[in-house]
């Protein structure tokens, strides 16, 4: 499922075998399948950084062809989309994972038009909606202000891309949260790259200095939100659980409180980047490839599913 530019093969997000050149856009481990030592990789250099930090190897970056260009998705910090402009004119991009909505921790995303859509499905039905991040935002201030006199609140969230969020939100209100050492990796490389975070490392796995019991927020990667939670609490001090994940839509979670905050796009947002894309044919990409391209023929728009069998010779034979 490769995109054929001149006389490469590019995968996409995925370990292909035949591909020449390995597009890799963003650092979330779903889509770095195609990081493996010597393979020519195709991404941006934020994205190099953040996945040479969980790698024992330097990554081989490859030179971008001419008819490629990478376009931010919005998504985390150095996500990018591939656009690519074909000889005889057709342009084509794939999104990757994307939003629409600003994130407080990445860049804006940039959508171009564009003849062919190879598009992200991740929340393909229309009636699940996010409220403006905005909005979200403030209510985790909100939160986290109300609980301030009274205890601490504990964050379990992704260590790169939604920890880094979460940290500019405490930010805003004035806090600097406690984070644990891989968020603290994660973090210092943006930082490097220009997002100011303020924040105090603890390497929790270990032990928890007595001075941080009195912290008004933490946040912690996800597997280690029960046992920082018992730690503080041993010490006297209450603790509010929460998460900030766009599953929160659709699942409880054992936390005190949960908020939908997602870094991907709702069909909402789907529909408000097509209306500037405007593809001739879109075809959609991921586990709910199938019913989201079914959704989007309902609403008018030329999809179907891009299945690993369609390889982009065919690919451009049918849009042809
Ligand atoms: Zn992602």
Not at 15 to 34: I, Q
Not at 73 to 100: A, I, N, P, R
Not at 137 to 146: A, D, G, L, R, V
Not at 150 to 167: C, N, P, W
Request: glycine share 6%.
């Amino acid at each position: 499922m490769g995109v054929h530019v001149g006389e490469h093969v590019i995968s996409l997000d995925m370990k292909e075998d035949g591909a020449s050149l390995n597009f890799v856009s963003h650092a979330h481990s779903d889509h770095t399948g195609g990081v493996k030592k010597g393979n020519a990789i195709l991404c941006s250099s934020i994205t190099r950084d953040l996945i040479e930090a969980r790698i024992k190897f330097r990554l081989n970056l490859a030179e971008k062809p001419k008819s490629v260009e990478l376009i931010s998705s919005g998504h985390m910090l150095g996500s990018s989309q591939l656009y690519v402009e074909m000889e005889d004119g057709t342009s084509l991009v794939y999104t990757g994972d994307y939003q629409m909505q600003r994130s407080p921790a990445a860049e804006k995303i940039e959508v171009r038009s564009a003849d062919i859509l190879i598009m992200d499905s991740t929340y393909p039905f229309p009636n699940v909606t996010f409220e403006e991040k905005e909005e979200v935002m403030t209510s985790i201030q909100h939160y986290i202000s109300k609980k301030r006199g009274t205890g601490s609140v504990l964050f379990g969230a992704y260590s790169m891309g939604k920890a880094q969020e979460l940290i500019r939100i405490c930010n805003d209100i004035g806090i600097s949260p406690i984070v644990d050492s891989s968020i603290e990796k994660i973090s210092r490389i943006y930082s490097r790259h220009g997002v100011e975070l303020d924040f105090r490392p603890s390497a929790v796995e270990e032990r928890i200095d007595r001075d941080y019991f009195e912290a008004d927020a933490w946040i912690v990667s996800m597997g280690r939100l029960d046992k920082v939670r018992r730690m503080v609490s041993e010490s006297g001090r209450r603790i509010f659980t929460a998460v900030a994940t766009g599953f929160a839509r659709s699942r409880r979670f054992s936390t005190d409180v949960q908020f939908a905050m997602s870094d991907h796009a709702d069909f909402r947002q789907a529909i408000e980047y097509l209306e500037i894309c405007n593809p001739k044919q879109i075809y959609t990409r991921g586990s709910e490839s199938a019913v989201f391209a079914k959704n989007l023929r309902s609403f008018g728009y030329n999809a179907m599913e891009l299945r690993p069998d369609i390889g982009l010779n065919r690919f451009i034979e049918t849009y042809a």
